[in-house]
């Protein structure tokens, strides 16, 4: 008899003990994963250097009711002068950081879960964040890379990081869950 490994852990969404289901999103599969990893070669390398700022510019200017929670810039209206905040920027490279290292180990997933979990646990118990806002960056994020990389952001590529981004939301709620958050809300605004 011989002794077989176990097959590895999977990024896979469960529903949650407490019945809660927000976005129910499917298992990475290997192809998805290889897929989104190839997506963090050179077009996702330049939407890093630029792109967590045009992000995180358009999910204010669409969604200023986002900017309550930076008291750094929460009163700035105009694009230009949040684009000049130093600690938009800085916010912004903590994003795309965030994002990488999700990326980057989507061969592990309990370093994904435990990335996303702190993730989910500071928004939750330090800056208070409404969950739901995490569903609406997820949507600019698709958005802009879509924009920017058209050639590159396919309908299936598209389809393969609307699962990852899914899942990140998924995993950052379910921190929210654990930590007494009281309502999940799965619907954006």
Not at 17 to 38: F, I, K, M
């Amino acid at each position: 008899m011989s002794h077989r490994e176990p097959p590895p852990p999977q990024l896979a969404v469960q529903r949650r003990d407490d019945g809660q289901d927000p976005e129910r999103a499917e298992p990475l599969s290997d192809n998805v994963r290889e897929e989104v990893r190839r997506g963090g070669g050179e077009e996702y390398g330049r939407l890093e250097w630029v792109g967590g700022c045009l992000l995180l510019l358009r999910f204010f200017v669409n969604f200023p009711s986002a900017k309550q929670y930076f008291s750094q810039f929460q009163d700035m209206e105009e694009p230009e002068e949040m684009e000049r905040s130093s600690q938009l920027r800085h916010h912004a490279c903590r994003v795309m950081n965030a994002l990488n290292t999700v990326v980057e180990n989507l061969h592990d997933p309990e370093k994904v879960s435990s990335v996303l979990a702190v993730v989910g646990r500071a928004h939750a118990v330090k800056h208070k964040v409404e969950p739901m806002y995490f569903k609406i960056l997820s949507g600019v994020i698709l958005e802009v890379l879509c924009e920017d990389f058209p050639e590159f952001f396919t309908a299936d590529v598209q389809l393969v990081w609307s699962k990852l981004m899914a899942t990140v939301y998924w995993h950052v709620t379910g921190a929210y869950t654990d930590v007494g958050w009281l309502q999940v809300s799965s619907s954006a605004v």
